[in-house]
């Protein structure tokens, strides 16, 4: 199974998304959202940055 997201209401009635490997560790975990929407339109973002984003290194060991 791949990695997936998972959309869900918070102890404060917040929207919240994380993103869960296949072995179920949480990889991240969004902020609040007040609106169910928004956090989906938070998902597609954080999917697009995904794929065509860069890696700086700012470990100075490079």
Do not use: K, N, P
């Not at 209401?9 to 928004?38: K, N």
């Amino acid at each position: 199974m791949a990695a997936l997201f998972e959309l869900y209401m918070d102890a404060e009635d917040c929207f919240r998304f994380r993103l869960v490997a296949d072995d179920g560790e949480v990889m991240l975990t969004s902020e609040a959202y007040a609106y169910e929407d928004v956090a989906i339109a938070g998902i597609w973002a954080v999917r697009e940055a995904a794929v065509t984003g860069g890696i700086v290194d700012r470990t100075g060991t490079a």
